[in-house]
């Protein structure tokens, strides 16, 4: 009996361990942040690990999640996460706690972790949505941002930037220093 445990802890270890290597490897392809990828990978480690020793203390789903939400604010309280970094951190506890505390078969284990991989890699990718970026700066040529003339706005801001600029956004304006902070949301190509 003790061995049908240890077979079965086991087998999600390595599920999980795989398919968390396989999302961050997969997030680190599309936004080179190591330090990063190394702490989702050990942060998915450590919640599947104590999830499932705790299991066996009769541990519910739903203190599995408070146990994310502990984690949670216990590390990453201090340093601000973008929600791209805040998403992927919540696939690899999600991972980790169906591999954890989940009751479906292995199969089905590896088909939901492989589904959650590839809607990332798709979404990653400009696949299904263009890849944009955005970016503020302050510009002096006020007579430009009025909607009338948002055309020759977006064209000089092309020519200036050198970006294939597709929408500006009018953040704030300053009449005192006839200045106006734009957002500027520009189509950008995929690194290789």
């Known amino acids: ?6 077979t079965h802890f086991l087998v999600r270890l390595i599920i999980n361990l795989v398919s968390v290597c396989i999302l961050i490897r997969c997030y680190y392809a599309f936004s080179k942040h ?3 990828a190394a702490s989702f990978m050990l942060f998915g480690v450590g919640v599947f690990l104590v999830t499932a020793l705790l299991h066996s ?5 739903g203190f599995a999640f408070g146990l994310f939400a502990v984690f949670s604010m216990l590390r990453y309280r201090t ?9 992927y951190l919540f696939l690899v506890i999600a991972m ?3 591999a954890a505390v989940g009751t479906m078969a292995h199969v089905f284990l590896v088909a939901m972790n492989a589904l959650i991989i590839l809607a990332a890699l798709v979404l990653e990718t400009r696949f299904l949505l263009p890849l944009h ?11 430009l941002i009025h909607q009338d003339n948002r055309p020759q706005l977006i064209e000089d801001l092309r020519q200036r930037t050198g ?22 949301h520009y189509r950008t190509e995929a690194e290789s």
Request: aromatic content about 4%; overall charge negative; glycine content about 4%.
């Open 133 to 143: 970026g955005e970016k503020t700066v302050e510009y002096e040529r006020i007579d």
């Open 96 to 98: 980790a706690l169906l």
């Open 163 to 184: 970006l294939d600029v597709t929408r500006v956004d009018v953040v704030s304006i300053s009449f005192l220093r006839d200045t106006a902070e734009l957002r500027m």
């Open 34 to 36: 190591r330090d990063n």
């Open 57 to 61: 203390v009769t541990v519910s789903m």
């Open 1 to 6: 009996m003790e061995s049908t445990v240890d």
């Open 79 to 87: 340093e601000a996460l973008g929600i791209k970094e805040m998403t």
